[in-house]
Nanobody, 126 residues
Framework: QVQLVESGGGLAQAGGSLRLSCAASSVQNYGQYAMGWFRQAPGKEIEFVAS????????DYTDSAEGRFTISRDNAKKTVYLRMDSLKPEDTAVYYC??????????????????WGQGTQVTVSS
């Protein structure tokens, strides 16, 4: 069973930065997984944030993250990252990473992902 563990969340001020990490374990052929980040704010549905293809060659972002967030991956470390700059209070949410088995491109739909982490809280103060 693939396990995903997020880290790096916490409290940041508006305009600040955080870098989230998501380490995969019990996984073979990590390079054959597309990876994504989603988030869920209080009282709202979970939403897509960013996705990265199997080799990092393609990335995709939701409009609100474009230009502020950067997704990257290190297949040797089986880790995907989400660098978040120019944070806003509306970025406050629980952030989840997800893995899509056998998918090579970027993916926006939750249903495309097979494995999910437990989430890490990000709180941005104004």
């Amino acid at each position: 069973q693939v396990q995903l563990v997020e880290s790096g969340g916490g409290l940041a001020q508006a305009g600040g930065s955080l870098r989230l990490s998501c380490a995969a374990s019990s996984v073979q052929n990590y390079g054959q997984y597309a990876m994504g980040w989603f988030r869920q704010a209080p009282g709202k549905e979970i939403e897509f944030v960013a996705s990265i293809s199997w080799n990092g060659g393609s990335t995709d972002y939701t409009d609100s993250a474009e230009g502020r967030f950067t997704i990257s991956r290190d297949n040797a470390k089986k880790t995907v990252y989400l660098r978040m700059d120019s944070l806003k209070p509306e970025d406050t949410a629980v952030y989840y990473c997800a893995a899509a088995v056998g998918k090579y491109g970027t993916l926006r739909l939750r249903t495309e992902y097979n494995y999910w982490g437990q989430g890490t809280q990000v709180t941005v103060s104004s």
